[in-house]
């Protein structure tokens, strides 16, 4: 059990510009990974598995992950909460998955499912960093 | 998998979890907090669904 003196010192050296970059990379890249390294494990472990499996799930239902295409601005904007999922969108992009199929009943579910994923990843990298600054 | 009420009840259910650990600390309130979000989703989703009822697309 992490005791409150080592979750302190994790998080004072955690507070060094190079780590906080480093920290919220890692955290974005997997999600829950930086709460991992802050000592909070049983948040980690839930963050771990519900946003890849969101993010699947998006995929399975014929969502897109979404171009860089900003003449589009909901396009682009989607593509950004595309990004935040980490690891997934990354995994998606080099075997080329998520195509969608805007034909299919269950296409903007699949948006919804993956854009949220990414979002919500975006909110767990900042709970990581609010942690590692010794904020909560 | 095309049911709108089972996916509305599936994404609730992964927002609601990860809200839940977000917010609170202790893992009580956390399944409290989950819990209560995933009710709040599913009621609103089922008031504004009667509510909208009476509109045609």
């Not at chain 1, 979404?66 to 593509?79: H, I, Q, Y």
């Not at chain 1, 969608?100 to 009943?105: D, K, L, S």
Request: with cysteine.
């Amino acid at each position: 059990m992490t005791t409150k003196s080592t979750a302190a010192e994790r998080s004072r050296a955690a507070a060094e510009p190079g780590t906080l970059v480093l920290l919220c990379l890692v955290a974005w890249l997997v999600p829950g990974a930086g709460h991992f390294w802050m000592g909070r494990r049983q948040k980690a472990v839930v963050f771990v598995i519900a946003l890849p499996l969101m993010f699947l799930i998006g995929l399975s239902l014929q969502g897109r992950v979404f171009p860089f295409d900003f003449s589009e601005p909901l396009v682009g904007l989607a593509a950004i909460a595309n990004l935040l999922a980490g690891l997934p969108w990354i995994l998606t992009r080099i075997v080329d998955a998520g195509g969608g199929m805007v034909t299919a009943v269950t296409y903007e579910y699949g948006n919804c499912f993956l854009i949220v994923s990414g979002l919500l990843n975006f909110l767990v990298i900042l709970d990581a960093y609010d942690i590692a600054l010794g904020r909560k | 998998m095309s049911s709108h009420f089972f996916l509305l009840i599936v994404f609730s259910f992964f927002v609601s979890a990860v809200f839940g650990v977000l917010l609170r600390d202790d893992p009580r309130q956390q399944i409290r907090t989950a819990a209560m979000m995933f009710g709040g989703f599913i009621a609103t989703a089922i008031v504004l669904g009667w509510l909208m009822f009476p509109f045609p697309l």
